[in-house]
């Protein structure tokens, strides 16, 4: 099929990567994402077929999205999720498959993802320690979920890069960080922090139960030095190899209190379809509705370039006025 114009937003910002959350279910209860008792789910009929969400890869591969990340919810609780995966390695100009996933399925799933052509992986872990992991996920699943990552790690290397994510909050991940520095000298993962971001179901977000990065790089660099590693203009983290050597580098995702969206490059569909710009959009543009009423690729194009075009220049997180988009986080997809 012909290429398209590149997609750009009225900022001149190019678009080259797109979030897919391919359902909003999760088998975690974390206490940053969901109340204990977790969420409505979207009905099955409401959620994009795999043949929906192809296509709509397909399209935007077409206008220089090149990178694909499928989320959730939980991805691999969605049925025959590799099945789905590889239908998008096969896509043409879609040189990079990754998937964030919280690992409890991995252990199952990981031989067969890495055949359909997943060559990236963010796994969720907060806590190495089992009852701190159960204090914040509300699961008793760490050993689990550590032997996905042991099941996935036989496929690391040069092809398959494995980067574990833990968000950072005041008050827990303060004793976190050195464990979690000690992990990454040993492992050849990158461990990255994020900042809690205002994204809870609970909406109960306040700005002072954000750990910064800078206070987490301040705690491991008393035991660690850490030096900088140059990166990609559109990457969102900071990342740091050990100065003395190490297997594993460490890594700082600071949306809160180090913005990044002049350089943002990212976009994110919904698993019922609905085009966000911005994880702190407070519109959204359907794009379900019209595949299933027949819309053609150009009507498509239509609607993607112009809610592009209107992207947020930036989240507006430490600002007046701020509002909190009523989705939450595992409804958007990370």
Excluded at 167 to 177: C, G, I
Excluded at 222 to 239: G, K, N
Aim: proline share 6%; aromatic share 8%.
């Amino acid at each position: 099929m012909p290429e398209l114009d590149q997609l750009i937003d009225g900022h001149g910002r190019p678009i080259g990567d797109v979030r897919i959350s391919v359902t909003d279910r999760c088998n975690f209860r974390c206490q940053y994402c969901m109340p204990a008792e977790g969420l409505p789910w979207l009905e099955r009929a409401d959620v994009l077929s795999f043949e929906e969400i192809t296509r709509l890869v397909e399209l935007l591969s077409r206008m220089g999205v090149s990178k694909v990340r499928l989320t959730g919810g939980e991805p691999l609780v969605r049925k025959d999720f590799p099945k789905l995966a590889a239908m998008l390695a096969n896509v043409p100009d879609v040189d990079d498959l990754a998937v964030t996933t919280n690992g409890y399925l991995l252990e199952r799933d990981a031989a067969a993802l890495v055949d359909a052509g997943v060559r990236r992986f963010n796994m969720s872990i907060d806590s190495l320690q089992a009852d701190r992991f159960f204090e914040l996920t509300r699961r008793d699943a760490l050993p689990r979920v550590m032997r996905g990552l042991d099941a996935l790690a036989t496929y690391g290397g040069d092809d398959v890069k494995i980067k574990l994510n833990a968000v950072a909050l005041r008050d827990f991940t303060e004793d976190e960080a050195l464990p979690f520095a000690r992990y990454a000298r040993e492992h050849p993962f990158e461990i990255r922090f994020i900042e809690f971001m205002p994204l809870d179901a609970d909406h109960t977000w306040t700005p002072d139960q954000v750990l910064t990065g800078a206070e987490i790089r301040e705690i491991i660099e008393r035991e660690h030095r850490l030096e900088q590693i140059e990166r990609p203009r559109s990457s969102t983290a900071v990342t740091y190899r050990f100065a003395d050597g190490g297997r594993g580098t460490i890594g700082f995702i600071n949306p809160v209190s180090e913005p990044f969206c002049s350089d943002c490059n990212r976009i994110r569909i919904t698993a019922d379809g609905k085009l966000r710009t911005c994880l702190f959009s407070l519109n959204e543009t359907d794009l379900r509705t019209p595949m299933r009423a027949g819309a053609d690729d150009g009507e498509l194009e239509t609607l993607v370039r112009e809610a592009i075009w209107r992207k947020e220049l930036k989240h507006r997180v430490n600002e007046p006025g701020f509002i909190q988009p009523e989705r939450p986080m595992s409804s958007i997809g990370g």
